[in-house]
């Protein structure tokens, strides 16, 4: 394969968007006529965007290129280089996309309206069904590559299965980078939804029109933003905590396992896979039920406390720090992970040295960042916006 297997994915990725790009122009043209070219650079925006966050999570993750060789060369130094090297990798790979992602925000607002910026968040979806199919190869190449080191198959096949594996990481975090890019864009939509509603705008005229509730210069919209900068930070300590904590579970019931079960460690006897299996399912089902009802419940409680101008502040500070946390956390676990199967290739001391040691309790911090908190704060962001809109035609009239 010409390129390998990261170019073949990325060049389908920008087929999909060169095609979505001309079945949208010849669509709006047919159905809008004249008044074709605002909803059509809107549309383009959205795409566009998703090729500058596919690009930037290339660049920040792929173990061909120097951010993730230069957190790997950290890991010379010791776990806690290789960690705070990979943090510095993670950030810088927020920059860009954030940057594109207000630009299209912007430009699908001048071009047209909120629809415009609708239309954005639209064409970026457009081409989920490349993304779904390439995020689903990540974890198809990782349980290869599991499954080919379990079962001691030679060196050859190894090889080949790491190289996919790695290459599935990548575009694991492109797809989590789209993913969270497209939350932002549909949450900007639903945000300026909710001050279309007819109860806002009633209560608006009621305070003296929509600019003194969409203000800065309000006590309540000022303590809303800096809550709903807060409160994506909490679900994510949320989140991983319920990771450590039912990894933690999981160590002493294995561990329990090995000191009670007869021949285990010898491996003549079998282990009671359920019972894990069991309870990990139950540590997920019971520890996100909090980070569940943050996002459901945070929007009613403070648009009853602090009423709309805090809700609107609210929603624009859960946006933006969201957006952050979700872009770092996909990258720099990815980042982390590729940089560990760098050092495997043979670099810096390779497999077994004390580099390899490091570099891998960079990618096991990584594992939680990237697998759960993560790719779940899209879903958190869209879900607060969702809630937002459903009580406040019930909460609004209230006030």
Wanted: include cysteine; glycine fraction near 12%.
């Amino acid at each position: 394969m010409r390129g390998g297997p990261a170019k073949a994915l990325t060049r389908s990725s920008l087929l999909a968007t060169s095609l979505t790009i001309l079945s949208s122009f010849l669509a709006i043209r047919w159905l809008l006529g004249e008044g074709w070219r605002g909803p059509f650079t809107a549309v383009v925006s959205g795409l566009l965007v998703g090729i500058v966050v596919g690009e930037t999570s290339d660049y920040f993750t792929s173990k061909d290129r120097p951010p993730a060789r230069r957190v790997a060369e950290a890991a010379r130094a010791g776990a806690a280089l290789d960690i705070l090297e990979g943090f510095s990798m993670g950030w810088f790979s927020t920059f860009v996309p954030v940057l594109s992602i207000a630009a299209a925000g912007l430009v699908s607002y001048l071009a047209a309206g909120f629809y415009g910026v609708a239309l954005s968040a639209v064409g970026m979806l457009s081409v989920a069904g490349v993304i779904v199919a390439a995020d689903a190869y990540g974890p198809i190449t990782d349980n290869a590559a599991g499954i080919a080191e379990q079962a001691g198959l030679p060196g050859k096949v190894r090889r080949i299965t790491d190289r996919l594996d790695s290459v599935g990481n990548t575009m694991k975090s492109i797809c989590k980078g789209f993913a969270i890019g497209s939350a932002a864009l549909t949450a900007i939509a639903f945000f300026f939804t909710l001050t279309q509603l007819p109860e806002f705008q009633e209560y608006a005229s009621r305070v003296g029109g929509p600019d003194k509730v969409l203000s800065l210069i309000n006590a309540h919209t000022f303590a809303g933003l800096l809550i709903g900068v807060a409160v994506p930070a909490l679900f994510t300590a949320l989140v991983v905590l319920a990771v450590s904590g039912g990894a933690f579970r999981l160590v002493d019931e294995i561990r329990r396992q090995f000191r009670e079960i007869p021949g285990l460690m010898e491996g003549r006897a079998k282990p009671d896979y359920a019972r894990c299996v069991s309870m990990a399912t139950g540590n997920a089902l019971r520890n996100l039920l909090l980070p569940g009802l943050l996002a459901i419940l945070f929007p009613p409680l403070i648009l009853f406390l602090l009423g709309p101008e805090g809700l609107v502040g609210f929603l624009a500070g859960a946006i933006g720090s969201g957006l952050l946390l979700g872009m770092f956390q996909g990258n720099v676990g990815n980042t982390w992970d590729n940089a560990k199967k760098y050092v495997e290739e043979g670099h810096f001391g390779g497999k077994g040295s004390p580099t390899h040691a490091a570099a891998v309790t960079g990618d096991t911090v990584g594992d939680p960042m990237k697998d759960a908190s993560g790719p779940s704060i899209n879903i958190f962001l869209k879900l607060m916006a969702v809630s937002a809109l459903v009580f406040s035609p019930a909460i609004l009239p209230l006030l």
